[in-house]
């Protein structure tokens, strides 16, 4: 009888506690997965709005070519600006006619001299629009300047407290999880004790009496994380309209699966490792051999 | 060949079950060591197994030390020796054809392999028609076979047997001791075989060591017992 076919005979014998263990896993990966989403979603939501003109500085009407040339200058010199477009008031028209080509009777009176020239300005870090922003606020040649708000930071906080909340409450749901395991296989390796035993008389070492203890628990481990991954799968298929109505122009659907084939395996291998390190534990601790 | 030199064991609770023992057995030899309970009969056999240590002396195993052996070296020892256990030992959640697989799984032998060896030893103690019962459906004589084919299955150079005519009726206990016989005769096994079972011991005239106190009061090439 292989050593993977005795295991499995193992887990049919005392399904409860089987499942316990896996269920445990299960809610651990779960939970695991879905920061990871959020982190990564976060993320692409971060890279969208860093992506866009974050600040926009309207010119008063009277300003010189040179002294906006001059401007433009001195926002590159500060090191922390992916682009700076210049948009002159006929740019500034044409894309006003593009955004209301519908609205007939909002074209009809305007005329490049009512809209004002601008520099639409990309931050390298979101963190550096407020720097930035005071850069081009200070000159007396800009009438008006346009940010994101504190949006971009408040995104910033939020991926921050996700990702910190995550690491701390998944590490609490994996020490539990942890816990169970040596408790599971602890208990397996009293029921077997009589077994271990006489394999032990009939001279099996200690390496073959440990390693269907060591497969039960890597098998919790990718079983758990596999169930997580699914799951978290169809939930975000399930509610990805409502998640691309609630973010709008953002573009984060369709994921890719093979980004859940790497989530999977990633998980199944921290989750086969946690599983294995949870055993050896447990052998450590409870595996007499005479 | 294994040799006990100086050999006293003694329990934490201060009873002393071995004290000064000194013999020597050969390879292929049948010998049946006996005394009555208490007398240190299995703590000699646990000894030759590394089941338990020593508290002094020096015990050979083809001339090697065994309590100098390194913890990775005891399984191979015990494949070198078959025991046949008090109480049994036997899985009572596997069939007699899994308890009597297990000394060859343990040694990675295939799957095959191990059909064949174990239908041919079951076949051997008269048990290969019973290969897919549990031990709880043996009687008493089959239960003790069951033991001795898992402890012959691997080809042991010895065999051990701690009181395996114990519970059984005076016929069966001497079927099961012709097994033995016939395991030392066919194979050159050798055969330890710890009892109290007078009839048993002078019927196969064989060497008797016996056993007093912790200590050998007697060891006869073929020898008799009488007990109390």
New interface residues.
Partial sequence: MSQIKSTLKLLRRSPYQALAAALAMSLTFFVASIFVVLVIGGQLVLNYIEQRPQVIAFFKDDVTESKINEIIASVKSTGLARDVKYVSKEEALAIYRERNKDDPLLLESVSADFLPASIDISVRKAQDIEQITKVVKDRPEVERVITPENLVEQLVKWTKIIRLGGIIFVATLASVSFLIIIMVIGMRIAIRRDEVSIMSLVGATRWYISRPFFIEGALYGIVGSSIAVILVYAALLFYSPNIQEFLGPIQVFPVSPLFFVYLWAGEALVAAAVGIIGAAIALFRYLKIR | MIQFEEVTKKYPNGQVALEDINLKIEDGEFVFIVGPSGAGKSTMLKLI?R??LPSFGKILFNDENILQFK??KI?????KIG?V?QDF?L?L?RTVF?NV???L???GKK?SDIEKEVSAVLEKVGLLDKAEYFPSQLSGGEVQRTAIA?AIV?MPQTLLADEPTGDLDPKTAREVVNVLEKINHDDKTTIIMATHNAAIVNHFKKRVIVLEKGKIEKDEKEGKYESD
């Fill in positions: 197994t089941e338990i913890e990775g399984p191979h020892l015990r494949r025991t256990f030992k899985l959640n899994e697989a297990v000394p799984e343990v040694i799957e898992r691997s």
